[in-house]
């Protein structure tokens, strides 16, 4: 049974880091594509980064990319994303969704996801 939860955001100052966690993703049809997405107040939702399950290969937006590392483990039904080097812009609600493995194909796009968990918060300070 699918059912996300995130946790480990927080209040961090610029520069510093969190790893944020999901579980409750077990490795099925339904999650063969795990991503990440923030929305900050006022605007859309964002994808930042995406995981195939299957081979583990990994995508990121522009914004995040050499700062930010999705990551999975199948045995505690886990995904994870950590990040380093948080700037002020990084304030967020994040969010992980799950997808069948076409979900991949246009990540950024909350469209093909069949799971969302709620969300954690993460508040960076200059």
């Known amino acids: 049974q699918v059912d996300l939860m995130e946790s480990g955001g927080g209040s961090v100052q610029a520069g510093g880091s969190l790893r944020l966690s999901c579980a409750g993703a077990p490795y099925i049809t339904e999650t063969a594509c795990m991503s990440w997405f923030r929305q900050a107040p006022g605007k859309e939702r964002e994808g930042v980064a995406v995981?195939?399950?299957?081979?583990?290969?990994?995508y990121y937006s522009g914004s995040v990319h050499g700062r930010f590392t999705i990551s999975q483990d199948n045995a505690a039904d886990t995904i994870y994303l950590q990040m380093d080097n948080l700037k002020t812009e990084d304030t967020a609600k994040y969010y992980c969704?799950?997808?069948?493995?076409?979900?991949?194909?246009?990540?950024?796009?909350?469209?093909?996801?069949?799971?969302w968990g709620q969300g954690t918060q993460v508040t960076v300070s200059a």
């Open positions: 995981i195939h399950r299957h081979d583990g290969s990994t």
């Open positions: 969704a799950a997808g069948r493995f076409w979900a991949c194909a246009k990540w950024t796009s909350t469209t093909d996801y069949m799971y």
